[in-house]
């Protein structure tokens, strides 16, 4: 697929096939994270692969939601802040590495014929209980990861005027 048409194509998924994903895509969707460019270079990031058959219970306490527990995987970014580069005025780059590596992987999976749906409102202590996420790890953003059934999508945006400032 051309890089314009993927971009259009994809779409926040919310119902998905129980259909395994298999191993291969999987590693092709994590190479797509793990060559995301990051702030200095840094890959201060884990992406957690979590399978979510015989999970769904205790992982709807991350995020309470039927369709996250059906896709078969659950990919999560987790930053690692202390590693990550700081801005001179102390921002710290965490939270947009982690999303540029998450885009990356939902553009793979996208490319692949897989669905995704970035989820960033979810329970962060629930994460780290369930998944035992280590104390410097902070969780930033997860996708489910599943065939879908296709189905015309209309994004809605706004029109260019409204987004773009020229100087």
């Known amino acids: 697929m051309e890089f314009f048409e993927l971009i259009d194509k994809r779409h926040s998924v919310r119902s998905y096939r129980d259909d395994p994903v298999e191993e291969d895509k999987i590693q092709k969707i994590l190479e797509a994270g793990r060559i995301a460019p990051t702030a200095a270079n840094r ?10 058959r015989g999970r769904e219970n205790e992982l709807r306490k991350i995020y309470n939601k039927d369709w996250f527990v059906t896709a078969p995987v659950i990919l999560c970014v987790c930053s690692i802040p202390e590693k990550c580069w700081v801005r001179y005025d102390g921002k710290n780059s965490a939270d947009v590495d982690a999303a540029i590596v998450m885009t990356h992987m ?27 996420i280590d ?16 189905s ?15 100087k």
């Open 43 to 52: 890959q201060a990031f884990k992406i957690l692969v979590i399978h979510t």
């Open 106 to 132: 939902i553009l793979a999976a996208r490319d692949l014929g897989l669905g995704t749906c970035w989820i960033g409102a979810f329970n962060v202590e629930a994460a780290r209980q369930v998944l035992e």
């Open 135 to 150: 104390s410097g790890m902070e969780p930033v953003a997860f996708t489910p990861l599943g065939y879908y059934e296709e």
């Open 152 to 166: 015309e999508v209309q994004k809605k945006r706004k029109p260019m005027e409204e987004l773009v400032i020229y």
